[in-house]
């Protein structure tokens, strides 16, 4: 989610934890991992699996309380941790309904 950061740890859109199950397809493999942050830029997973910088990918999910989405996304960011990678990944294209849910779900969660 890089495509975020606007000077140094500040980032343009807010995130907010997002402990859910999501799915990725890269290089014509699917996989089901955990998800860990979400932003109206971009989301961020755990995977095993090493993937390539720049890679593009389908990223899916549900939002609670919103609807589900199939987002084109590209890698952008690379956590190495001893257990697994933590990916960001930046939404290429956009709807008016996922930043609109997004923007909903961290306002929400904020306040909580």
Do not use: C, W
């Not at 309380?65 to 987002?71: A, K, L, P």
């Amino acid at each position: 989610m890089s495509k975020d950061v606007v000077q140094g740890n500040r980032r343009k859109f807010p995130r907010k934890s997002f402990r859910k199950t999501i799915s990725f397809i890269a290089q014509g493999n699917a996989e089901v991992v955990d998800a860990v942050e979400i932003g109206e830029g971009g989301i961020s997973f755990k995977s095993s699996h090493e993937l390539k910088p720049e890679q593009k990918m389908i990223v899916n999910f549900f939002l609670p309380d919103g609807d589900f989405f199939s987002v084109k996304t590209t890698l952008k960011n690379v956590q190495n941790t001893s257990q697994n990678f933590i990916y960001g990944v930046s939404f290429d294209e956009v709807s008016i309904a996922l930043k609109r849910q997004i923007r909903a779900y961290v306002a929400r969660t904020l306040m909580n």
